[in-house]
Every structure is written in structure tokens, then in C-alpha cells.
């Protein structure tokens, strides 16, 4: 009867953690993903606000200190060149249109303020130089028209009374937009950088957070999936040594049978066909002599029933063990075909699963068998050895060999080709077994197979 084969419970539950973990993974780096463009974006917001609003008020603001300062420098120099014929004063005063350009370029400059003002208090300052300027310009078209209109000497006095109060009006300007103006905006600057490094570093430890979780996450992503691929990989192996074990309990039971029943049938049948012989002394000879065959034939049948008995489930691996069982072949094959032996075995048992065991016997049978009847060798050697936790098969002929590649690879149809096929059976149940199997062979030159399995002691196994 196949033995039940079921997966529990925790397997399922395995497999849905792991496909929960995947998913919040996926989840986790969508989330990583948008929380990064949300932040950048926002930290981008900042910058191009710092760079569009208070850094743009603060060029205009010292655009205005210089039109200012250059316009009243005009006004300074022409009363000083008309009044005193200061000859410093000459080139300035000279070109007093670049006076009055100053003062255009400081009220486009003030009307670019207002605009880019966004807040009541800025567009209220922006009011008042506009009306302190306007005072100044006004002054300053006073001066010029009073030291134009009247001679020298009454002129002076005049123009000196009215240039104080316009040296007066346009340090106010300045003034003001220095202490207050440029002060307010250096202020916002520095706040708008305070809030900036602070969003960044908001970011960036976010992001590295949400990074750190995503590569704890992943692993323990790695970990149920390295864990799901061991459970997997054990179930396999559960599943296969179930499979062996049911395949040679199977035929434990079916060598038993034919050693007990047949066995002793067929031993009842040559007591009989001997009576009957003893007891035809007096009859004729023909019917003597075909009895005589007749016991030969039955002899030969018990022989080979105890043969297939023995091939069947080799009682040597359970009572000698595996190292003694593999010399019993290696006696038995010496004796059917004169070939020259070398075998070399562990100074002590292999103390491994019996599934182990029976794979190492039948790689040894297999090869024996192909060996009897296709190759043809005159000599042979093998050797089984532990090295750590792995056990190492090794196995060499000189006979007539086969080109290996060529048999995996092409369908067998053939009834001598049936040891080729062998061959990738115990090749597939050593993969089967995590272990690994190397089968060098070619016409002429012989067959090598080395074998390397991982085996825990029994007393190791859980």
C-alpha cells in the first residue's frame, strides 16, 4: 500500500507568510518610491520658492540701495561742480542723465518689489520708499532747477539748504531699506534655509528608513524563502526515502515469499521426484533417467529463486552492513565473470540512513551488472570512503565502455541499451538526494563514476 503522503498545516501557513511578506515588500517599495517624490518634490517646492521669492527680493533690494546711492551721488556732484566748481565733480555732473536714469531704474526696481512682495507688511514698505523716493526726485528736480534758474551767488545758499534735506531724505531710503527691508528678507532667508535643512533632513532620514525597513523586510523576505526551499527540499527527500523504502520493503516481502513459500515448495517437489526415483529401481531407465532431470531442473529452480531472492533485498546490508555488502557483490561477480577486483572499503561501518545505504548498493549493483554483461572488463576497482559528512563512491573498469552523452541525450529503444538507461536512473535518485554523480564514459577506454553524497550519522538525524 503507498504510504500517505500529507503536507501540514504549517507548510501552508508557511507559504502564505511568505506571499504576505512578498506583497508587503512590493507594498513597501511602491510606498518607498512615492514617499521619495513626494519629499524631493516638496524639498524642491522650497528651494525654488527660496530662489523665486526672498533671493529675487533681496537682488531688487540692493538693486534700489545702488540706483538710490548713484542718484543722489548725481545730484551730490552737479551742486557741488555748479556751486564750487569742484573739478572731481565734473565728469558726474556732467552726465546727470545717468542720474535721472537711476531714478527710473530704482522705481521699476521698487515696482518689481511690490510685485514680488507676498506678504501685507512688504507691500506696505514698498508704499512708503515710494512715497519717501518721490520726495527725494522731487528735491533733487528743486536743486537742479534752482542752481539752473539764479546766478552763482544767490544760488548757493539756496541749493545748500535743499541739498541737506535731500542728503537727509535718501539716507532714510537707504536706511530703511538696509535696516529694515534687507534685515527682513535676510531673516526670511535664513528661515526659509532653517525649514529647508530641516525638510532634508527629514528626508533623508525617511528615506533611510524606509530603505532600512525595506532591506529588513527583503531579508526576511530571503529568509522565508530560503526557509520555504529547505522545507521543500526536505519534503523531497521525505517523499523519495518514502519511496525507497516502500519500493525495498516491497521486495523484502516478495523475497521472503518466494525464499519461504516458494522456496520450500519446490524443496517439497525434489524430496518427492527422489522418492519416486528410489522407488522405480525396477521400471525402465527412460522413465529413471527423466525423473533424474526433472530433480536437476528443480534443483536449478531453487537455485535461482533464492537468487532472485537475494537480489531482490540483499540481507547483508541489514546484518553485515553496507562496506561487507558491497565485498559480498564484489565476491559473487568475481566468481560469475573471472574479472580482477580491487576494493577498497572505510576501516569501520558507515554508520547512515538506510535509504543511503540501499543507493550505494544499488550503484554498486548496477554498475557490477552492466559491467557483467556489457563491458566486459578484466579489471575493476572501487572504493567507498567518508570524508567529514559526505560519503564518496568511487568506481573504475577497463572495458569496452559507451558514449554517455549520447545515451542521456537520445531516446533508448533498444533492449541492450537498457544499462544506459541505468545509468540516469541512479543519476536522477543521487540528484533526488542533493548529492552528486559524474558518469565519464566513451567507446574503448572504460566507464569511471565517481558518486558524492551529504549523509548524517542516524544518531544525528532528527
Not at 137 to 158: K, M
Not at 251 to 264: C, F, P, T, V, Y
Not at 347 to 356: F, K
Not at 445 to 460: A, I, P, Q
Request: glycine share 6%.
Amino acid at each position: 500500500m503507498m504510504p500517505k503522503i500529507s503536507y501540514s498545516s504549517k507548510t501552508a501557513s508557511g507559504g502564505k507568510r511568505l506571499a504576505a511578506a512578498f506583497c508587503v515588500l512590493v507594498l513597501l517599495i511602491i510606498g518607498i518610491g512615492a514617499l521619495g517624490i513626494t519629499r524631493i518634490e516638496k524639498l524642491s517646492r522650497r528651494i525654488e520658492n527660496l530662489g523665486r521669492q526672498n533671493l529675487a527680493l533681496e537682488k531688487t533690494i540692493l538693486g534700489m540701495k545702488i540706483n538710490n546711492a548713484l542718484y543722489a551721488s548725481g545730484i551730490r556732484n552737479y551742486v557741488f561742480w555748479r556751486v564750487s566748481r569742484y573739478l572731481g565733480a565734473v565728469t558726474t555732473a556732467v552726465n546727470l542723465k545717468n542720474a535721472i536714469e537711476a531714478s527710473g531704474q530704482f522705481q521699476k526696481g521698487l515696482k518689481d518689489y511690490a510685485d514680488k512682495s507676498y506678504s501685507p507688511l512688504q507691500k506696505e514698505w514698498a508704499g512708503q520708499i515710494g512715497i519717501s523716493f518721490a520726495e527725494v526726485t522731487a528735491l533733487g528736480a528743486r536743486i537742479i532747477q534752482t542752481i539752473d534758474a539764479q546766478a552763482e551767488s544767490d544760488s548757493a545758499e539756496a541749493a545748500r539748504s535743499l541739498l541737506m534735506a535731500f542728503e537727509n531724505n535718501s539716507y532714510k531710503i537707504d536706511k530703511f531699506l538696509d535696516d529694515v527691508m534687507g534685515k527682513d528678507n535676510l531673516s526670511r532667508i535664513e528661515f526659509q534655509l532653517i525649514e529647508t535643512e530641516s525638510e532634508r533632513r527629514a528626508t533623508v532620514f525617511t528615506l533611510t528608513f524606509a530603505l532600512f525597513s525595506a532591506v529588513g523586510l527583503g531579508t526576511v523576505t530571503a529568509f522565508l524563502v530560503y526557509q520555504r526551499i529547505q522545507k521543500d527540499v526536505l519534503c523531497r527527500r521525505q517523499i523519495f526515502n518514502r519511496l525507497i523504502n516502500l519500493e525495498e520493503n516491497e521486495r523484502k516481502n516478495l523475497s521472503a515469499e518466494i525464499h519461504d513459500q516458494l522456496g520450500q515448495d519446490l524443496s517439497a517437489l525434489k524430496i518427492s521426484l527422489g522418492i519416486i526415483e528410489r522407488d522405480l529401481d525396477s521400471e525402465p531407465a527412460q522413465i529413471k533417467d527423466r525423473l533424474f532431470k526433472s530433480r536437476k531442473l528443480v534443483s536449478e529452480i531453487i537455485d535461482k529463486s533464492h537468487n532472485i531472492a537475494y537480489m531482490l533485498r540483499p540481507p547483508a546490508i541489514d546484518e553485515a552492513g553496507l562496506s561487507e555488502a558491497i565485498e559480498g557483490l564484489l565476491v559473487d561477480y568475481r566468481h560469475l565473470t573471472k574479472t580482477e577486483f580491487s576494493y577498497q572499503k572505510p576501516s569501520e561501518e558507515l554508520d547512515i540512513p538506510p535509504e543511503h545505504k540501499l543507493l550505494f548498493y544499488r550503484i554498486t549493483q548496477e554498475l557490477l551488472t552492466n559491467m557483467a554483461k556489457h563491458s566486459q572488463a578484466a579489471k575493476v576497482k572501487v572504493r567507498l570512503e567518508r570524508e567529514g559528512d559526505f560519503i564518496k563512491f568511487f568506481y573504475e573498469d577497463d572495458g569496452a565502455g559507451f558514449d554517455y552523452k549520447e545515451a542521456s541525450e537520445q531516446p533508448q529503444r533498444r533492449k541492450e541499451d537498457k544499462f544506459k538507461l541505468g545509468l540516469i536512473g541512479l543519476k536522477e535518485r543521487v540528484e533526488l538526494l542533493d548529492g552528486l554523480i559524474h558518469i565519464d564514459s566513451s567507446p574503448g577506454k572504460g566507464t569511471r563514476v565517481s558518486v558524492k553524497l551529504l549523509t548524517f550519522r542516524e544518531k544525528d538525524k532528527i
